[in-house]
């Protein structure tokens, strides 16, 4: 009984350690990724057209009445 806990306690510890999680390169991918979306929506949202939208719609909604 107790060959057989070892046995599947070994199966478990060699299925958890064969992946192992991001690298340091996917790490590095991954924030490159996440600083050009940053970028891009940066961009977008101070556009002249988005901002003028943006402030209408705050606007709009300050100057609702209740």
């Given at each position: 009984m107790a060959?057989?806990?070892?046995?599947?306690?070994r199966g478990?510890?060699?299925?958890?350690?064969?992946?192992?999680?991001m690298t340091t390169s996917e790490y590095a991918v991954g924030t490159i990724a996440a600083c050009a979306f940053a970028a891009v929506l940066?961009?977008?949202v101070t556009s002249p057209p988005v901002?003028?939208?943006?402030?209408s719609l705050l606007k709009d909604a300050l100057d609702a009445k209740f």
């Open positions: 060959q057989r806990i070892r046995s599947w306690v478990m510890v060699r299925r958890a350690r064969s992946d192992g999680g940066y961009k977008v901002m003028s939208a943006l402030q």
